[in-house]
């Protein structure tokens, strides 16, 4: 378990490091839902969207609420498992239960 946690905290951690929009961004809040929440970090080159479910269970909800942030973007990259995630306004996403998710918007 301590490996497991070692090994996620590092990766994200190394990603972070290099990510400018992280670090000079702009931020983009939406009101959580369900004990949904949802932000994006953006700057004129990059989209990330950050997705955290303070549920038990999963849940799915649609992407049309947050049209303004995902305009332009077609898929987007996990930065954990490196799954890549389709990405339009008529798209769901599910996630787990007490977790988080954070996409590389293209």
């Known amino acids: 378990e301590q490996k497991q946690f070692h090994d996620y905290t590092q990766k994200l951690l190394t990603w972070r490091k290099g990510k400018e929009v ?3 961004g702009k931020t983009k809040h939406y009101m959580p839902k369900e004990k949904v929440y949802v932000y994006f970090r953006y700057n004129e080159n990059e989209k990330v969207m950050v997705i955290i479910n303070n549920n038990e269970k999963d849940q799915t909800f ?8 995902l305009n332009g973007v077609s898929k987007g990259k996990d930065i954990v498992t490196g ?10 996403i599910t996630i787990s239960g007490k977790s ?4 590389e918007l293209e």
Not at 62 to 69: H, I, K, V
């Open 22 to 24: 992280i670090h000079t």
């Open 62 to 69: 649609d992407l049309n609420r947050f049209e303004e942030s």
């Open 83 to 92: 799954k890549e995630i389709s990405i339009s306004t008529q798209n769901k």
């Open 100 to 103: 988080s998710l954070i996409l």
